[in-house]
């Protein structure tokens, strides 16, 4: 039997259809009730990709090096273009990835989605930074790959004109209210990477997590939500529109955020400014999205704007789905205390001492979390 936790937000319950039909078997979680929830997510929050069916995906490795110079030999990596052709118009990124040397099968992975500069995600490794520590994650069996954000889709409201959203110079004049934002784009990225991973017979495809920080944990959330090839989702401090409850948020609010940053978003979700309680979903159904898969979340004790209640409300409140598809979810239902870790069912969490970021702690956490989980 489901134990349903309190509804301390008045948030609708996840395991409710919008007809009013109580979900009660995993049949009519995947048919119906999940179905109309990812809907609601693309329609009125992150938007919905345009056509793609006339759009041409090609990736090559542009280059692949193994030797002393890379991580003292520990490592192959190997640096990917990936190309979208629409028409006449083109666009590409890159990304690097590591992969361990040595292994006598395929190793699992994690991508990164930067949402910072060259320092924190440096594919020659002059920079070090523990928001990325890729030297740690190779030493932990794993291969890692990174791409920046602003290759995919500018931070920034530039009118929809450059990078991915070039591909579709029809939407800029006249863009649909559930047209997608910048946050489905470097999803969108992630995915391409995925793709990638499915050819290389070093890395074990079945074995990936999408990881991010801040609006990259919102980037992670979602991806993994729409496409169920990730195993894993990792969403560090992703607060307001991504982990954390709408409802009651005692930190930011969507007004907040989708006054400063309305191009992450659809026009749809203007609507919600001051109107959270008009929400047909809250944040706690797209970790639900991702279920039976692992998701993990953090917090930091000093970052009150990403709402940490809200943020551990939303893995208590999606834990109802795990329960139906038979798999542990949150293992608890009070908040932990900072540096106390929740491994052990499917639903990971921990909440840090310090404030908003990510670091070889959070990092050291995912990776403990996939070992007993994933790996």
């Known amino acids: 039997m489901i134990?349903?936790?309190?509804?301390?937000?008045?948030?609708?319950?996840?395991?409710?259809?919008?007809?009013?039909?109580?979900?009660?078997?995993?049949?009519?979680?995947?048919?119906?009730?999940?179905?109309?929830?990812?809907?609601?997510?693309?329609?009125?929050?992150?938007?919905?990709?345009?056509?793609?069916?006339?759009?041409?995906?090609?990736?090559?490795?542009?280059?692949?090096?193994?030797?002393?110079?890379?991580?003292?030999?520990?490592?192959?990596?190997?640096?990917?273009?990936v190309e979208a052709i629409r028409g006449g118009n083109h666009f590409s990124f890159n990304f690097v990835v590591f992969i361990p040397v040595g292994q006598s099968r395929p190793v699992p992975a994690f991508i990164t989605i930067c949402n910072r500069g060259i320092r924190d995600s440096d594919p020659a490794r002059h920079f070090l930074s523990p928001f990325y520590p890729a030297e740690t994650i190779i030493s932990r069996g794993y291969a890692c790959a990174a791409f920046c954000t602003q290759e995919v889709a500018p931070d920034y409201d530039e009118g929809f004109g450059t990078c991915f959203h070039r591909l579709f110079p029809e939407y800029r004049e006249d863009r649909p209210a559930d047209a997608w934002g910048a946050i489905t784009a470097w999803a969108w990225a992630a995915s391409r990477i995925m793709d990638y991973f499915e050819t290389d017979p070093l890395i074990d495809e079945k074995r990936v997590a999408v990881a991010g920080h801040s609006r990259g944990g919102k980037t992670a959330l979602w991806c993994t939500a729409m496409d169920r090839r990730f195993a894993m989702a990792v969403s560090s401090c992703a607060g307001n529109s991504g982990d954390a409850i709408a409802r009651g948020s005692r930190g930011e609010r969507i007004k907040d955020i989708a006054v400063r940053f309305p191009y992450w978003f659809c026009p749809n979700y203007q609507k919600y400014k001051d109107n959270e309680e008009a929400l047909p979903f809250d944040q706690h159904m797209l970790l639900a999205l991702i279920a039976p898969r692992l998701v993990y979340t953090t917090s930091k004790t000093f970052d009150s704007w990403a709402d940490p209640e809200g943020q551990f409300e939303s893995c208590v409140q999606a834990d109802p789905v795990y329960q139906l598809l038979g798999v542990p979810g949150m293992a608890e239902r009070e908040m932990p205390l900072p540096e106390h870790p929740l491994h052990d069912g499917r639903i990971g969490h921990h909440r840090k001492t310090g404030n908003h970021d990510m670091d070889e702690y959070d990092w050291n956490c995912f990776m403990d979390f996939a070992d007993r989980h994933m790996k």
Do not use: H
């Open 3 to 81: 134990q349903m936790p309190e509804n301390k937000r008045n948030v609708p319950q996840v395991l409710t259809c919008l007809d009013g039909t109580d979900v009660k078997d995993s049949r009519t979680w995947f048919e119906k009730r999940r179905p109309e929830i990812l809907e609601l997510f693309q329609r009125e929050e992150y938007g919905r990709l345009p056509d793609m069916g006339d759009v041409e995906i090609k990736i090559r490795v542009a280059d692949s090096r193994q030797g002393a110079e890379i991580m003292e030999g520990r490592a192959l990596r190997r640096t990917v273009e």
